[in-house]
């Protein structure tokens, strides 16, 4: 059964630093990836894919298969970027997302 | 722009009574996905529907728990017999493709369910 691991529940950063959330999966084959957002009394969006490699508000992730990571990124955090993030992986199209338990994190000023 | 609703926001029922989760998908799309997610703790998959049946669901989806859509617009989620703990944020969702490029899920906001 495939499973998605966040090791940080909290992750605290100053406004202009870089910041790395963690993301380890296990699934023998080849899933999709996904990194989902959530704000404050907002609802879950998708924040960006593996497969579309591209950079969505400055954070990119790239799958590392070698070591089953998918870490976010981005090199200056924002004190808007301070949300719940959430790593899911999807084992074929339209099938279920399987989330891991998620990161708060909080940009300060 | 549109978006997945849920209603209500919030229900507080008593332990062993029924409760139907309603969810209006974005009106073009063709799969529809319920997850649960208890407090503390991560986002779970339900279920998911499609062509009017379900097309798979978790090990948490048994005999208290079905889904419907009644018409061309609701989603819904009963469950039958409520738990102290089926207490969790409820998340519909739903996408309108199985090409793998363009099939997101889109979330409503959620229905907060606390069983008494």
């Known amino acids: 059964a495939q499973r998605v691991t966040q090791p940080e529940k909290l992750l605290s950063v100053f406004k202009g630093a870089p910041v790395e959330l963690k993301c380890n999966y296990s699934?023998?084959?080849?899933?999709?990836l996904f990194w989902y957002v959530q704000y404050s009394r907002q609802r879950l969006q998708l924040l960006l894919r593996?497969?579309s490699r591209e950079s969505i508000k400055g954070f990119t992730a790239d799958l590392n298969k070698g070591e089953t990571s998918f870490h976010l990124k981005k090199p200056f955090a924002q004190e808007e970027d301070s949300a719940m993030y959430y790593c899911?992986?999807?084992?074929?199209?339209?099938?279920?997302?399987?989330f891991g338990e998620g990161t708060q994190l909080t940009v300060n000023p | 722009e549109p978006e997945v609703t849920q209603t209500p926001s919030h229900q507080v029922t008593q332990m062993g009574q029924e409760v139907i989760l309603r969810c209006v998908p974005i009106?073009?799309?063709?799969?529809f996905y319920w997850y649960r997610q208890i407090l503390g703790q991560k986002v779970e998959f339900l279920v998911s529907?499609?062509?009017?049946?379900?097309?798979?669901k978790s090990e948490i989806f048994d005999d208290q728990f079905s889904v419907e859509r009644p018409d061309g617009s609701n989603f819904t989620l009963k469950i039958r017999s409520t738990k102290l703990e089926d207490s969790a944020m409820y998340f519909c969702?739903?996408?309108?493709?199985?090409?793998?490029?363009?099939?997101?899920?889109?979330f409503g906001p959620g229905t907060r369910l606390t069983v008494l």
């Open positions: 969702a739903s996408s309108d493709s199985m090409l793998v490029l363009v099939n997101e899920q889109f």
């Open positions: 699934y023998s084959g080849s899933p999709e």
């Open positions: 593996h497969i």
């Open positions: 899911a992986l999807r084992v074929t199209s339209g099938s279920r997302l399987t």
């Open positions: 009106s073009n799309h063709l799969y």
């Open positions: 529907f499609y062509n009017n049946e379900i097309s798979e």
